[in-house]
């Protein structure tokens, strides 16, 4: 999932940006796609700073927690989760303070219900300060071939789990729906009967506001296609 809609009044016109409101309805929007494939009965919650400036939205967050989300178990009813889902995005205004943004987010998975032990984790930051992508993924894993290949190769003999695989960029990142689909796929966890069209109705919004975004950033190579398209002259 992610944000990226105008804020308007009446006839069109801009009215003052709403963090609080978009980071509560994005939160709704987590809660139903969750509990309508893999959770049940959890609530994703969003609160803001002090100077309304970001916000923060997960599971069992609080004004004065630490960073860290409540891990979410992934089961139905009173059955033991096998895994548990940890999920924390941030969100602010974008520089022309028009839409909302993503500043950054972390979707990972572990095997404790305290999150002791991590899976694997996709990260996303925006504007990240090293060198390392902007949206990446590491897996927390290894094998004889991978620890091989970084004794021979690798920067120090650096682990699988430190290394920072690409993951499509700032626009095209994964999103929680991909990581549910996997969950369901590979059987990690169940998935309610209708889960697939819950996440592909997702997939699809997350996509189109993206594709908005791009529109808005390059305008002149939206026009080119639309005129290669015969749709404008």
């Known amino acids: 999932m992610g944000r990226g809609r105008r804020t308007t009044g009446d006839r069109g016109a801009l009215t003052r940006f709403d963090l609080r409101a978009e980071a509560d309805k994005f939160a709704a929007e987590l809660t139903t796609l969750l509990n309508n494939t893999v959770t049940d009965g959890i609530r994703i919650v969003a609160v803001t700073d002090k100077g309304g400036q ?23 009813g009173a059955k033991t989760p096998r895994l548990y889902l940890g999920l924390l995005y941030r969100m602010a205004v974008d520089d022309a303070g028009r839409y909302p943004m993503i500043r950054s987010s972390v979707m990972y998975l572990s095997p404790d219900a305290d999150g002791a032990s991590t899976l694997l984790h996709y990260d996303y930051e925006r504007d990240k300060a090293d060198d390392y992508p902007e949206a990446h993924l590491q897996v927390c894993a290894t094998s004889p071939e991978w620890e091989e290949a ?13 290394l920072h695989l690409p993951v499509g960029g700032r626009r095209f990142r994964p999103i929680v729906e991909d990581l549910i689909e996997f969950l369901v796929t590979e059987q990690l966890a169940p998935g309610r ?30 026009l080119a296609i639309l005129r290669e398209e015969g749709r404008i002259t």
């Open 193 to 222: 009967k209708n889960w697939k069209t819950h996440v592909d109705r997702g997939r699809q919004g997350f996509e189109e506001r993206q594709l908005r975004a791009a529109v808005r950033r390059h305008p002149e190579i939206a």
């Open 150 to 162: 970084m004794r021979s190769y690798g920067p120090r003999g650096r682990p699988l789990k430190k």
């Open 54 to 76: 970001q916000a923060r939205i997960g599971y069992g967050i609080s004004p004065s927690d630490l960073p860290s989300p409540t891990m979410i178990p992934l089961a139905f």
